[in-house]
């Protein structure tokens, strides 16, 4: 277990995610992520459209965190990752809503977009199991994270769920502004392995403890993908669930940008899923055309917050 300082500590140089800003979010000042001191959410709910594995019959219980560290130029979610919509909350009430989802009766509670509130949800997950949170904690991230925040988080979390959204550096430049995602995001992947290296499921066949990863595939990029399912098949072996996503489509700045601006083909996605099985990956999720559609984007009018 790292020597864990206080939350608020990991705020006065924030060095929460790879962005490394530096900058004081307890004086007010605000990184990339354009996040503070206290946790801003958009939505606590019942999500229905995660993997099988995740919202099993009686849903997910998703909260949803504002700000990104990530803000890819396609991003459905734009409203509150880019431009910042939701509401302030402390780590009281954020570990309040935990319960209130378990009361629900939800399979998990479902962290959507967490990284740049790692050390706020830290602690609202420890208030939170003294009080009673048992279902497991399914952390569900873009994967750009710091090797060293998700060590702190040892113990805490059930199911990681990142994505890895890109291998070759041109595309996490033009649509995420970072260079280093492949290096990054795969570091922080070994390190979820390692905190939950088995896969385990309860008798409905929910995931109880484990890792999915998660890759959109992009139009014009299926050789990326290629490369993704690569380094999936050698690091981390066959057996690993991938779930690979159809649900892309164009939106925000993805509209000005020609490459992107059109849905994936239907060659496009049979070729990424083919070579995925060619490659003798045993454990895939796959997704529907229909699912590429905004019917499947939430909305974010701060329900449960
Ligand atoms: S969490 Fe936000 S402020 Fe901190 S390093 Fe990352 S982007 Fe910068």
Redesign the pocket.
Known sequence: MENIKKWYEYLEN????P???N?N?TKGER???N?GYNIKAALASIHNWEEPVISGTRGSGTVFFSGC?LRCVFCQNYDISSENKGKEITIERLAEIFIEQQQKNVHNINLVSPT?FIPQIREALIIAKNKGLKIPVVYNTNGYENVEMLKTLEGLIDVYLPDLKYFDKKYSLEFSSTSDYFEKTTEAILEMRRQQPKDVFNSEGIMEKGLIIRHLVLPGCKNDSFKIIDWVKNNLGTETYMSIMRQYTPMYKAKDIKQLNRKLTTFEYEKVTDYFIEKGMKNGFSQEKMSATSEYTPIFDLSGI
């Not at 924030?14 to 995610?17: E, F, L």
Request: charged share 20%; net charge positive.
């Open positions: 924030c060095n929460v995610c962005r490394k800003c900058i979010r990184g990339y992520c996040s560290n740049h």
